[in-house]
T-cell receptor, first 115, second 113 residues
Framework: DGGITQSPKYLFRKEGQNVTLSCEQN?????MYWYRQDPGQGLRLIYY???????QKGDIAEGYSVSREKKESFPLTVTSAQKNPTAFYLC??????????????FGPGTRLTVT | KQEVTQIPAALSVPEGENLVLNCSFT??????LQWFRQDPGKGLTSLLL?????REQTSGRLNASLDKSSGRSTLYIAASQPGDSATYLC????????????FGGGTRLMVKP
């Protein structure tokens, strides 16, 4: 089965701890993305990567870090510097090409709760 | 900066009704517009993608239209069913924003049996 997997589905952490969310895809897509969703709101882009070993900040990158060492993996670390980390985190991927054509495909999400 | 708005924020209809969800965007220079469905606690499922040169796309009981010049898109759902209950999100890729999707806040739809 081709798709995007995110683990774990639910994650609980104490305030002040860093936590890493996993995202893996076997769609052979070049581009990968991380979004954050707060209750009743749309998605906001945290980071994206178009190629291995390269990534760019999105609208709300502060307090987050990413790496892209392999094409199929794009882990997101939520650091203690993120002021309001409790949220639903979604990973997505897409083929590279002209943006008028290619869709983004989403994983099932990870719900992070920090207390 | 692109802003996407969806109205209404929530909608409750009886089964069988035809309904329209609205999406508006402030910058008409877009590459494409996508409609997604999100079930509670789940990821997003892509429903329809309309390229900037297209006027509409259809899939089964769903029809999405795009009027780029006025910054509007509508998602038409025919003969609604309880299984259509979900949150519907629209998102655009703007010409000067690379491959970044800008999302609306969503419309939460409830179809009552």
């Amino acid at each position: 089965d081709g798709g995007i997997t995110q683990s774990p589905k639910y994650l609980f952490r104490k305030e002040g701890q860093n936590v890493t969310l996993s995202c893996e895809q076997n769609l052979n897509h070049d581009a990968m993305y991380w979004y954050r969703q707060d209750p009743g709101q749309g998605l906001r882009l945290i980071y994206y990567s178009q190629i291995v070993n390269d990534f760019q900040k999105g609208d709300i990158a502060e307090g987050y870090s990413v790496s892209r060492e392999k094409k199929e993996s794009f882990p997101l670390t939520v650091t203690s510097a993120q002021k309001n980390p409790t949220a639903f985190y979604l990973c997505a991927s897409s083929p590279l090409g002209h943006w008028s054509v290619y869709e983004q495909y989403f994983g099932p999400g990870t719900r992070l709760t920090v207390t | 900066k692109q802003e996407v708005t969806q109205i209404p924020a929530a909608l409750s209809v009886p089964e069988g009704e035809n309904l329209v969800l609205n999406c508006s965007f402030t910058d008409s220079a877009i590459y494409n517009l996508q409609w997604f469905r999100q079930d509670p606690g789940k990821g997003l499922t892509s429903l329809l993608l309309i390229q900037s040169s297209q006027r509409e796309q259809t899939s089964g009981r769903l029809n999405a239209s795009l009027d780029k010049s006025s910054g509007r898109s509508t998602l038409y759902i025919a003969a609604s069913q309880p299984g259509d209950s979900a949150t519907y999100l629209c998102a655009v890729i703007t010409n000067n924003a690379g491959n970044m999707l800008t999302f609306g806040g969503g419309t939460r739809l409830m179809v009552k049996p």
